[in-house]
C-alpha cells in the first residue's frame, strides 16, 4: 500500500511537470523585453499592452525630473472627425492635464525628420518634451506609463 501511494506521488508530480511545461512556449503574453525596435514597440508591445488591460490618451507630452524619476505630464486632447474643416478633422483640447510616473521599462518613440525613432527619456525631454504641436498615444498600466508613441491626427481621423 506504501508503494502504491509513493508510485501514484511520483505519477502526480511527473504529470503536473509535463502539464506545466507546455506552458512555457514564448508567447505573446511574456514581457517586453526591453529591445527597443520601432516595429515591435508599434505592434507587439502595443498588443500586450492592451492585453493586460493598457489605458491610452491622446495628448501633448512634457517629461520632468533625473534619473528614473521622471513625471509625464499630458495635455489630454481629442480629434473631433468634422467634414466641416478642411483637414476634415480638428483637434480639441479637453482641458484636461494630468501627470503620471514613468515607468523603469519604457519605450518612448518621437518624430525625428518626419520618422518615427526610439529615444531615450533625456533626448525626449531635450529635443521633443512640451512641444504643443506634436501629439502622442500614452499608454498606461494602472497610473504609470509604459509607452509614448506619435500619433497621426489625420488618420485617426481616417483622412489618411
Known amino acids: 500500500m506504501k508503494r502504491l501511494g509513493t508510485l501514484l506521488l511520483i505519477i502526480f508530480v511527473f504529470c503536473t511537470m509535463l502539464t506545466l511545461a507546455g506552458c512555457s512556449t514564448k508567447d505573446s503574453d ?23 488591460g493598457a489605458e491610452t490618451i491622446i495628448g501633448t507630452v512634457e517629461i520632468t525630473g533625473s534619473e528614473n524619476n521622471y513625471t509625464v505630464t499630458v495635455q489630454e486632447k481629442k480629434i473631433v472627425v468634422n467634414e466641416n474643416y478642411d483637414d476634415g478633422y480638428y483637434i480639441a483640447d479637453r482641458n484636461m492635464a494630468n501627470s503620471y ?8 518613440v518621437a518624430m525625428e525628420d518626419g520618422t518615427p525613432a526610439v529615444c531615450t527619456t533625456e533626448d525626449f525631454i531635450k529635443n521633443h518634451s512640451g512641444d504643443s504641436e506634436s501629439l502622442y498615444t500614452v499608454y498606461l498600466i494602472g497610473d504609470v506609463v509604459e509607452l509614448i508613441l506619435p500619433l497621426d491626427p489625420q488618420t485617426v481621423a ?3
Open 158 to 160: 481616417g483622412v489618411k
Open 101 to 108: 510616473p514613468l515607468g523603469s521599462d519604457q519605450g518612448i
Open 30 to 52: 511574456q514581457d517586453f523585453d526591453g529591445e527597443y525596435d520601432i516595429d515591435a514597440l508599434q505592434t507587439e508591445y502595443v498588443d500586450q499592452l492592451m492585453r493586460d
